[in-house]
């Protein structure tokens, strides 16, 4: 006697969808209405993609999937489904998304900012005065703006943590005065997206990183401040002072802190923090490495453990170097990507003086370099990489150049091809990469239009938002 597939209990054709694949979940379901109710089900996504996205080394945005609704997981599912495919293609393509029109200033910032499911474009530019706008991602609408009138801004970063109450921190420079607002963005129904100023910090130094209520503030040459911002317990570091030292990231992870700056990497111990008025120490690194001359550095930390089940260890760091190299003239630039050492200890005995440690040499390993053809004038500098190993970064033009010149005269003048602006995207070694020790430029997308100013990637999106010397802001899809 033969029994319909739709006729059988529950939970019998819940255990059947857990056990298939994405693809043949999509195709049982359209059998029959019940059988698509039944692939709605929480459980059925849940294994879905813990098998085939978490456990298959493909970018899944970092929350825990008991948080987010059925529908939401089956979304997020098949979306990271789709951008694995992608990636792991030999033609892996780019789509654009939307464009908003040129109006206004340059946009000098661009950051994704995640909340509850949701997903906008932050920016900020000069027009009558700086403003900070937070953008729809899907129309590029803006739905809240805030400025602070007659004031510079210098330095923006969003907080990793999205359940804190501080959503953003931007350095303003005004009447002379430099301070760091922090502020919050707050959305419901009702009331739409708002912005509310939290905390005012009296500092000059630069927001470089925001985590939950820790706050790291940088100087331009070897300080770094680390601030709770709620209770002002606070700690001191300090680089070897290299001169015009921009910095660029600083990570929190397993007992230490990362501060990567243009031309250094320093690992200090976690520090004691104190509160104002008590003895600051300054903390001097456990690690020091000078790259010299580069054009950038970025820093990415690995999957953590509970988002990818394929490894109980500690989640790896990863650096990308882009070398500036002695020649300006170069056709080329190389891109360096290193690994932390596993066996690399974190942590060291507090109550120690850095002097009393042993000597630890530089822990990143080179495992690859890649060559990207085209040297020029870098108008935009941002480079980011992602903790599956994907990055992205803007190629600049070549440099223009038409022959010798005289006071009044050409000596010669003949016409040269040049390269445009390219965006390029590139896979290095990490879980995405499945076990290849090899980077590959994936992607590389002419602009035929106004130079990019600014770029910012949510890898887990598979999103690429750029924003232009004339206004516009472009998002680009994986």
């Known amino acids: 006697m033969s029994v319909a597939l739709d006729a059988l209990n529950h939970d019998i054709l819940i255990h059947i969808f857990t056990a298939l694949s994405i693809p043949e979940i999509l ?3 359209q059998a029959s209405r019940r059988l698509y109710l039944v692939s709605e089900e929480h459980a059925v996504w849940k ?3 813990t098998n085939e996205i978490l456990g298959n080394g493909i970018p899944f945005p970092k929350r825990p999937l008991t948080a987010l609704l059925a529908k939401d997981l089956e979304r997020q599912t098949l979306r990271a489904y789709r951008l694995g495919l992608n990636w792991r293609s030999p033609a892996t393509t780019l789509h654009h998304v939307v464009s908003s029109p040129s109006k206004g200033g340059a946009i000098e910032d661009i950051r994704f900012l995640s909340r509850r499911g949701r ?18 991602c899907d129309s590029l609408q803006v739905v809240a703006q805030w400025s602070p009138g ?9 907080n990793t943590d999205d359940q804190s109450d501080a959503t953003i921190a931007i350095s303003i420079h005004r009447d002379g005065y430099t301070t760091v607002e922090i502020l919050t963005i707050c959305w419901d129904d009702a009331c739409g997206i708002t912005i509310h100023p939290r905390k005012t910090l009296d500092t000059s130094n630069k927001p470089i990183a925001l985590n939950g209520d820790f706050i790291a503030l940088c100087d331009h040459d070897s300080e770094t401040l680390i601030l709770n911002w709620k209770t002002q317990e606070q700690a001191l570091l300090k680089s070897p002072d290299t001169w015009q030292d921009k910095p660029l990231h600083v990570a929190f992870t397993h007992g230490s802190i990362f501060v990567v700056r243009a031309r250094s990497v320093c690992i200090f111990e976690e520090p004691r923090m104190v509160f104002p008025g008590d003895d600051l120490d300054i903390l001097l690194p456990r690690v020091f490495k000078s790259f010299g001359w580069v054009d950038g550095v970025s820093l990415a930390l690995g999957p953590s453990a509970l988002f990818s089940p394929v490894s109980s260890s500690p989640p790896p760091l990863s650096l990308l170097v882009r070398n500036k190299g002695d020649d300006p003239w170069r056709p080329t630039e190389r891109f360096q990507f290193m690994m932390l050492n596993t066996d690399f200890d974190h942590t060291a005995s507090h109550g120690t003086s850095p002097a009393e440690h042993e000597p630890v040499s530089f822990p990143f390993n080179l495992i ?9 004038p870098l108008r935009c500098s941002d480079m980011v990489l992602g903790s599956y190993g994907t990055a992205v970064w803007v190629q600049p033009s070549d440099w223009a150049a038409v022959g010798l010149v005289t006071d009044d005269s050409f000596i010669e003048d003949r016409s040269m091809s040049t390269a445009p ?7 290095f070694p990490g879980l995405l990469n499945q076990g290849s020790l090899e980077g590959h430029i994936k992607v590389v997308f002419e602009n035929d239009g106004d130079s990019w100013s ?19 802001v472009t998002v680009y899809r994986l």
């Open 454 to 472: 600014c770029l910012d990637y949510d890898e887990a999106r598979g999103l690429i938002a750029l924003g232009s010397s004339s206004g516009e």
């Open 47 to 49: 294994t879905a993609c």
């Open 27 to 29: 195709v049982l379901r």
């Open 119 to 136: 997903c906008w474009v932050i920016t900020s530019s000069l027009s009558i005065w700086w403003t900070l706008c937070v953008r729809d």
């Open 150 to 158: 007659k004031a510079l801004f210098n330095g923006l970063v969003v």
């Open 368 to 376: 690859c370099s890649l060559s990207s053809h085209h040297r020029g």
């Open 421 to 427: 602006q390219t965006l390029v995207v590139a896979l």
